[in-house]
């Protein structure tokens, strides 16, 4: 048997590549476009000679001294509180080994891409050539000026205990060994849930541990702090059952040494309820797994090949829960989980250590994240395939869930608070997970004062596709954030059907309503109103009967028209003017417009663009084009934004006359006239329109100040072109279609829209409801 010390994610090749080809991938990935996954980026301009005054010398002395009156005033002046040091002397490698400490650096980088990615907290990784436990504590130790945190990472045991431990009493700074305290957070979460489906209660369960490294000792700590009782646990070492008749044991083993004759796992396997591996494959066989107790728990950890295969454990056992270190199998008992989240808890309280309290803290959430479903921001088809619920194959989250920070982070936060080891207490936790939700959707800065309105004054929104797997998850969103009251259009068998698929807490009648045409006492009076509404464009009796009980964004419609709701959500199948047809010949313009338009917004990490007309007019005149520009202007200042308006072509202010060029010329010329209240110019090219110094440079006298937030183009091939390929080159998040023009609060979305996307516009039409109820009054 051997001591493992790490159970990351499994090295196995990739499904659909032999070992050799994977190799060769993962090389070129390390290799191409630059070597390494990481980088030191400036979050200040230096732009000019005042820009490095400011930065370096003279005006860095300011805040040094500052600094030097008031150590806490680093975490305002500086990066600290946001900089983890991952720090390793490469003992004990993945499933490497003692490979040393230049040859771990990929791994080291690896971590710090995790850390950015799911936590945005900053890393230098570095790597020490230093065996001997003491001169690497020395090393680390003075290293806390420079970190916030530090992450020690492949380590082996058992000199990782004490550097741990040693340098926790030196330092300041929260210190915490991956490798052993996030591999336990994740094995208790599972394993707190993995009870609840056996019915059983964690004093009572007995445990039998294969491995004795880092991860596993951890592991047993953590247990035991959650509840389970030493006494009943038995550890596995290379040497067998660990036992008090055993000499030279290490601090760490002697705690978990039983008074017992046993020497195998074989001799006491009868009646386990738990079965923790962390060491080798083949430890645990078939012939064992039928001799543990009912609903019996294995988590079998040892990468890449566990210590015995999920097949095979559930041939013997139906009634086994089971976890493994795999992705490719159901709950992977993964740190990404844990690390970055229980990091970014801490720097954001400046904790001065993690404690027990915020490890368990983590535990609870983790937990408690498995019992509701995942809130999705990939592709519809994606969401509808993936989406899991609580259950013996889903005892954790995934580590791609985007909520584990929201959920993680605070958790962690406060019991560093209530534990006393906070120096930069959070006062508003409300604010807080806010801001965390704004790293996590980079919509949800943009959405900021849209979702402080909703939730002030939700309104009745009805979903036109309420069958649709996307919009259920939007909708369980919405109504756990009370930003509107949902309507749903369908079928109520279908829609329980899928509510009941995808794990959500909707009922009808308590947090959602559902509305089927099929019996619903208002049918006569909509199919009548829409007929004598319709009757001379081409709408018979017949018709009008027919399309009210099939055609769900026209029940949506009559349903808002007829003031049974507030707003409308449609468009998640088919095609745009479909559905904005039935808008036309139901709801109409509002009063004073002549036309309708869409408008996308692409949000990027430095800037925010919106886009018209994106879908509707497929060459728009001057008139309308400035129609559509104030109407866009009006949109934006709902979102607390101040527009910036350019009148985007190929032409620069006069440098062509071809008929698109003249055509923004004189959308110039119309807003000119109108003496509108907000900054605006053209015709220029899109370089001119996002760089003030091109424009200049062409034209001084330009009235539009900094870059240009509002794109009007001459087309909706240019349109629909440009916002295409800037939210797919700049991987980022988008908004809308918003439907401009529309007599009340209705959009339509593309069957891409995420959910996330169908949250914002409903939060966005309750507000529109809220200012069109105004109005009325």
Not at 660 to 668: L, N
Not at 745 to 766: D, E, F, K, Y
Request: charged letters at 25%.
């Amino acid at each position: 048997m051997t001591d493992i010390t790490d159970d990351k994610a499994s090295n196995a090749p990739h499904a659909d590549m032999n070992k050799e080809q994977f190799e060769q991938a993962a090389l070129h990935y390390h290799a191409h476009p630059r070597p390494g996954k990481i980088s030191v980026t400036p979050t200040k301009q230096l732009a000019n000679q005042r820009d490095l005054a400011l930065a370096y010398s003279p005006g860095v002395a300011v805040p040094c001294l500052e600094i030097e009156k008031d150590p806490t005033l680093a975490a305002k002046y500086t990066a600290r509180n946001n900089l983890v040091g991952v720090i390793t002397n490469g003992t004990a490698v993945l499933g490497l080994g003692n490979i040393g400490a230049l040859a771990s650096k990929p791994v080291m980088e690896g971590k710090g891409v995790l850390f950015k990615k799911f936590a945005g907290i900053d890393v230098f990784d570095i790597e020490v050539a230093q065996n001997d436990p003491d001169k690497f504590i020395e090393a680390v130790a003075a290293l806390e000026p420079t970190f916030g945190g530090i992450n020690l990472e492949d380590i082996k045991a058992p000199e990782c205990f004490k550097i741990e431990r040693e340098l926790r009493k030196r330092m300041n700074i929260p210190v915490f060994h991956d490798d052993q305290h996030g591999t336990s957070i994740i094995v208790g979460a599972a394993l707190l849930n993995a009870l609840l489906i056996a019915d059983k209660k964690i004093e009572d369960i007995k445990v039998i541990c294969s491995g004795a490294g880092a991860a596993a000792i951890s592991c047993l700590d953590l247990l035991c702090a959650l509840g389970v009782q030493k006494q009943n646990i038995f550890v596995a070492d290379s040497r067998g059952i660990i036992s008090t008749k055993r000499d030279n044991l290490d601090e760490s083993k002697q705690r978990y040494a039983r008074d017992t004759d046993a020497t195998t796992i074989d001799q006491l396997i009868d009646g386990t309820d738990m079965f923790l591996g962390l060491s080798m494959p083949g430890i645990l066989t078939a012939d064992m797994v039928n001799r543990m107790a009912r609903d019996p728990i294995i988590f079998a950890l040892a990468n890449p090949t566990p210590e015995i295969m999920p097949e095979v454990a559930h041939s013997v056992r139906p009634d086994v829960i089971m976890a493994t270190g795999r992705s490719d199998y159901p709950n992977q008992v993964n740190n990404a989980l844990c690390f970055p989240y229980i990091f970014r808890g801490a720097l954001d309280v400046g904790a001065t250590t993690v404690n027990e309290e915020m490890k368990i803290a983590c535990v609870r959430a983790i937990a408690a994240m498995a019992h509701v479903e995942a809130m999705p921001t990939t592709t519809r088809a994606k969401t509808t395939d993936t989406t899991k619920s609580f259950g013996r194959d889903y005892l954790i989250p995934g580590p791609l869930e985007p909520n584990l920070i929201i959920e993680i982070a605070p958790a962690v936060a406060k019991a560093a608070m209530d534990s006393g080891v906070a120096t930069l207490p959070i006062e508003d936790f409300r604010a807080y997970r806010q801001q965390l939700s704004e790293f996590v959707y980079n919509s949800a800065f943009v959405m900021k004062p849209v979702f402080a309105r909703a939730k002030a004054e939700p309104k009745r929104i009805v979903y036109c596709e309420g069958e649709d797997h996307n919009i259920l998850l939007a909708v369980q969103v919405v109504v756990d954030e009370e930003l509107a009251k949902p309507i749903l259009v369908g079928r109520p068998a279908i829609i329980e059907k899928n509510i009941k698929r995808l794990g959500l807490r909707l009922k009808d009648g308590e947090n959602v309503t559902i509305v089927n045409q099929d019996d619903d006492p208002r049918y006569k009076n909509y199919w009548q109103g829409y007929y004598e509404k319709n009757k001379r464009l081409g709408v018979s009796p017949e018709l009008a009967r027919r399309d009210v009980r099939r055609k769900t964004s026209l029940i949506g419609a009559l349903l808002v028209e007829n003031g049974d709701a507030d707003g409308m959500i449609c468009g998640t199948f088919s095609h745009y003017h479909l559905h904005l047809r039935y808008i036309q010949s139901v709801i109409g313009k509002k009063a004073g417009v002549n036309d309708f338009y869409a408008m996308n917004a692409v949000l990027m990490q430095d800037r925010n663009i919106f886009i018209a007309d994106t879908y509707i007019h497929d060459d728009p005149t001057a008139e309308q084009l400035a129609e559509m520009t104030v109407l866009a202007v009006a949109q934006m200042r709902r979102f607390g934004i101040t527009p910036r308006v350019a009148l985007v072509s190929h032409s620069n202010f006069g440098t062509s006359d071809r008929p698109s060029a003249v055509k923004m010329r004189k959308v110039y010329e119309l807003l000119s006239n109108m003496d509108v209240d907000f900054e605006f110019d053209g015709e220029m090219q899109g370089d001119a329109a996002l760089n003030e110094r091109i424009r200049l440079d062409d034209l001084p006298s330009s009235t539009l100040k900094g870059s240009a937030n509002l794109l009007i183009l001459p087309t909706v091939d240019a349109a629909n072109i440009a916002f295409n390929l800037l939210k797919t080159a700049t991987q980022s998040a988008s908004i809308g279609p918003i439907l401009l023009g529309a007599n009340k609060p209705v959009h339509i979305l593309t069957p891409s829209a995420t959910a996330r996307r169908v949250v914002n516009m409903t939060a966005l039409a309750v507000t529109e409801a809220q200012d069109l109820e105004n109005a009325q009054r």
